[in-house]
Structure formats: structure tokens, C-alpha cells
């Protein structure tokens, strides 16, 4: 029998993981998890975590564990949140979530559980890990609607070594199903969104806790725009623009607010299809825009990822400077599966999809997976 320590975040995946690891004869202990207290940008009606931390409660009297509560806040903020301004004010759109994972729930988290005596941690998370002699592989789980081996792209095997996943070979009806059998408290609970541990956020109200605000224009991009047809099929590098290539069609308040592939907050009407961002310049403060959810601005065929920024979760899989495979591709949660290929040079990652990609994004994850294994990921860079 092992001491598990649950991260138990009070909702009903991580209450179920809960409940089966104590059905299989473990000694459990729940583990709670305070790390965001300010509401600034938050949405009404979204749960804060004196909310979560009730729910975590009830469960872990239901199932008579012990729960801890610890704080974990200053943490969050320097890894996670920190991160966040500093990459948004760069132009870029990082994966809180992602980070959250490999900065806090398997790092600062996990030596908190250890101080309790831990042999393993556990979450809620849909996805499975094995063991091959003294490597760990992270693989998919069961539940494709809600696999998410992409949100642990960046875990160690170090990592991997200490984490259980109890639901990763469930469905998520099955899963709603025992935690109604066992009258958890969690049963109807619905799933959290938005920023992990901050919830549901206007993200410009929210970066503007650091972000200055600053009026710029809107500049749209026709989409018949020479450049496109210019550019190489294979080019890993966004399209770059200027004023002159298009025409003015707004104003906005700040470049560093918006993302490649936003459709909502531009305050621009009147168009015969929908606007979507195309690029940002946070240089010159301009947000450039298309028309059309497949406007070629937003497709691209290739992606590059920094040497210092490619991670293998299976080392021993790792490309040599050179080496060159075909993968499975992911650029962002619960995005089907690409085929393309990964080649390694002096400059990092190349990855050229089979088929054009909508919305590649700077500061975003791409992982590659081996069937339903991930090997690896890195932070895109352009």
C-alpha cells in the first residue's frame, strides 16, 4: 500500500481519482491548493477557490480522508502568472495551463506532497502514464473529447515518476456516473475554464493589471495580398506586414492584448465575413487583420521552436542535431492530431505540417506524439 497524495482541486475528476485510489487499498490523503486570491478581471459567476475548497472538503469528509490546505500563491504568481504579462507584453500568447502543470502541480505541488509523506501524487487529469523498465511514458487518455496529455507536454521523467493519473483510462460519463454512486458533492459540478487556478477572465481587464494601454490602429489585410503568394511553402516565419499593405478599418487599445486567430474585441463591423486577427506588432502597436476564418493569413505550413526551448519528455527518444521523423502534431488542446515532421538543426525545431495550420501562434506549445504517446514539445517561436 502507497501514500498518495491527491490533488484535490474540488472538482469531480480529481474527487473520483480520490475515490479509486482508495478503493484500491491506498492510504489517501487530499491535498488543497490555494494559489490565486486576487479577483481583478475575473467574470462574475465564475467559482473562486474559497468555492473549490468547500467542495474539496465535503469530498474528502465523504470519502474520509485527511485534506491539507496550502498556499501556494507567491509561486503562481512569479512562475505562472508573472510569465504570462511578460510574454503577452512581448506580443506572444503562452498556455498558462501547460505551465501551471510543469511550474507548480508536479513541481512546488509535488514537494508539498513529499513533506506529507508522499509515494505518489495524483490528479484528475485525462491521461495515462506506463512504465518500461525505468522509463515513463505519458500517453493519451481513453477519453479523446477529453484528452489532456497536451497539458503535461512539459513533464520530466522525474516527473512522471511520482504522478498517477486514476481516471485517465475512464470516460468522462463514467466518471460522473461513480461520483454520483458514491453521492459526491462534485457529481453535478461543472468543469472549470478559463486561466488555471484564476478561472474565467476578460483577459484585457486582466493584463492590464500590467499592461498599459495604448491606442493603435487596425490595419486589413486583403486577401489577396502579393506577400502570400511570394512566400515559400515551407517558410517557418509569419507573414510580416505594413500599414501601406492594407487599409485602416479601426482603432484598438493595445497590440499585446489580442492573439493570432481572435475573432472577438475588435469593435469592427460592417464586413462581409468576419475579422480575425492575422498579426500583431507590438513594436508599432498595429493589430492586423483578415477577413474569413481560412484568410491566408491565418494558414501556415511550418513552425520553429528555440534549441533552448525543445523538451523531450522521453529523452531517450531524442533527435540528434540532424535527425529527422514523422509525428503526430498538436498545437494547441483538443486540436486533432496533424501529420507532419519534426527535423533538428543547430537553430532548434522545424516542424512542417502535411496539411496548412490555422492560427500558429508565438509562445504556444507543439507537441509531437508517437501513436498516443507524447515525446516531446516546445514553445513555439514564430
Known amino acids: 500500500m502507497a501514500r498518495v497524495v491527491v490533488g484535490l482541486s474540488g472538482g469531480v475528476d480529481s474527487s473520483v481519482a480520490a475515490w479509486l485510489l482508495k478503493e484500491q487499498g491506498h492510504d489517501v490523503v487530499g491535498l488543497f491548493m490555494v494559489n490565486w486570491h486576487d479577483t481583478a478581471g475575473t467574470l462574475s459567476g465564475d467559482c473562486p477557490w474559497h468555492d473549490d475548497r468547500m467542495f474539496a472538503e465535503l469530498v474528502a469528509r465523504r470519502l474520509d480522508i485527511p485534506l491539507h490546505v496550502v498556499d501556494l500563491s507567491a509561486e503562481y504568481r512569479r512562475r505562472v502568472v508573472d510569465y504570462m504579462f511578460a510574454e503577452y507584453e512581448r506580443g506572444r500568447t503562452p ?8 511550474e507548480i502541480k508536479f513541481d512546488v505541488f509535488l514537494k508539498e506532497a513529499l513533506k506529507l509523506g508522499a509515494d505518489h501524487v495524483a490528479t484528475g487529469h485525462y491521461c495515462r502514464k506506463e512504465q518500461t523498465g525505468e522509463t515513463f511514458r505519458l500517453l493519451a487518455g481513453v477519453d479523446r473529447n477529453k484528452d489532456q496529455s497536451y497539458f503535461l507536454c512539459q513533464l520530466s521523467q522525474q516527473q512522471l515518476r511520482y504522478a498517477l493519473f486514476p481516471v485517465g483510462g475512464m470516460e468522462k460519463p463514467e466518471v460522473r456516473r461513480i461520483a454520483a454512486e458514491q453521492q459526491l458533492a462534485t457529481a453535478k459540478r ?5 486561466i488555471c487556478f484564476v478561472g474565467k477572465v476578460d483577459l484585457p481587464t486582466f493584463l492590464q493589471q500590467k499592461l ?33 499593405d492594407g487599409a485602416k478599418v479601426g482603432e484598438h487599445n493595445g497590440a499585446h492584448f489580442y492573439t493570432i486567430g481572435q475573432r472577438k474585441g475588435l ?62 502534431l498538436r498545437i494547441r488542446y483538443r486540436q486533432p492530431l496533424q501529420g507532419g515532421e519534426l527535423t533538428v538543426t543547430t537553430d532548434g525545431g522545424l516542424i512542417l505540417f502535411d496539411t496548412p495550420q490555422r492560427g500558429v501562434t508565438a509562445g504556444q506549445f507543439a507537441a509531437w506524439y508517437d501513436g498516443e504517446e507524447l515525446n516531446g514539445s516546445g514553445v513555439i517561436e514564430r
Open 95 to 102: 498556455n498558462p495551463d501547460v505551465l501551471c502543470n510543469r
Open 190 to 194: 461543472k468543469d472549470s475554464q478559463g
Open 212 to 244: 498599459q494601454t495604448r491606442r493603435g490602429d487596425i490595419i486589413e489585410i486583403p486577401a489577396s495580398w502579393g506577400g502570400y503568394a511570394r512566400r515559400a511553402w515551407d517558410d517557418p516565419n509569419p507573414a510580416v506586414y505594413s500599414p501601406e
Open 267 to 328: 469593435g469592427v463591423g460592417g464586413k462581409a465575413e468576419p475579422l480575425f486577427v492575422v498579426a500583431t506588432d507590438v513594436a508599432r502597436n498595429i493589430i492586423y487583420v483578415g477577413q474569413g476564418e481560412l484568410h491566408p493569413g491565418l494558414m501556415r505550413r511550418a513552425l520553429r521552436i528555440r534549441p533552448d526551448e525543445m523538451h523531450w519528455v522521453r529523452p531517450d527518444l531524442r533527435l540528434p542535431e540532424g535527425g529527422r521523423r514523422r509525428y503526430l
